[in-house]
């Protein structure tokens, strides 16, 4: 049995199931556990800083390293580690072809907020009482002054208009699927398995010796990275592959590793 040093952990579809929102007792209460026998809980997830914090509230919040926006911010001890920029022509020329197309909604990342410009009010209702984080309404994103980090396509139906969005950029951006109704926009080469290379650097700790929970599209890099993948049961069936364990909860796999039982890899 090996023992992490760090364990990095998806949000929406991995930690949080069924609808939930906030994470369980169990969770909060395993996070201390790991924290004692000195093991760091990542939280690496597409949402924004207050809405990572937000799902673990403030038993154990402040003992998290949190990697949001896919990797383009880090932040641990409530400090800015590192952020990756979006450079701003083609971040607008992004936020102008979402905003063209019908039912597609944009959702844009700066350090510390997120801007919508919410054409359906309901968009505005489910970013504040489902996603929450700082968020504002803006009607002029080109007002926008400070810098880029992450842009994101939401649409209600599901259709995210990926094929169209990969034609009109040409490469020029990476896209990956983040949930049934989300399309996130990243910076060539950003990914979570950067934001965790890079956090990994800092630390002075080997990938191999880190464990991580995904399920989504925007989890790849990351569970690539690491010495111990782990993929969720419901995950994407394009990513089954990629876990060296599954797992029906990220509880019960903690449960393995604080009982003695562990992982091998």
């Not at 949000?11 to 909060?28: E, Y």
């Not at 007002?143 to 209600?156: C, Q, R, S, Y």
């Amino acid at each position: 049995m090996r023992i992490p040093k760090i364990i990095a952990c998806d949000l929406d579809g991995t930690v949080l199931l069924n609808g939930a929102r906030t994470a369980s007792p169990q969770l909060l209460e395993q996070i201390r556990r790991l924290r004692e026998r000195g093991i760091l809980f990542m939280v690496a997830s597409g949402r924004q800083y207050a809405s990572e914090r937000m799902v673990f509230g403030p038993a154990v919040a402040d003992d998290l390293v949190y990697m949001s926006e896919n990797g383009g911010l880090c932040y641990y001890n409530d400090e800015i580690l590192f952020q990756y920029e979006f450079e701003r022509g083609l971040a607008l020329e992004i936020i102008d072809a979402v905003l063209a197309q019908e039912g597609c909604e944009i959702l844009i990342s700066v350090p510390g907020v997120q801007y919508v410009c919410p054409k359906d009010p309901a968009f505005y209702t489910h970013m504040t009482e489902v996603v929450g984080g700082n968020l504002q309404k803006i009607r002029d994103p080109h007002a926008i002054t400070e810098p880029f980090i992450k842009l994101a396509v939401f649409n209600f139906s599901g259709d995210t208009r990926r094929a169209y969005f990969e034609k009109l950029l040409h490469g020029r951006c990476m896209l990956q699927t983040s949930g049934n109704a989300w399309l996130d926009f990243l910076q060539p080469g950003l990914h979570k398995g950067r934001g965790m290379q890079e956090l990994l650097k800092r630390l002075g700790i080997d990938p191999e010796d880190c464990m991580a929970f995904g399920d989504n599209e925007n989890d790849t890099e990351m569970l690539q990275l690491v010495g111990c993948p782990i993929t969720m049961e419901t995950s994407n069936p394009t990513m089954i592959h990629l876990g060296k364990y599954r797992t029906d909860t990220v509880e019960h796999a903690l449960e393995r590793i604080l009982d003695g039982e562990g992982y091998d890899w």
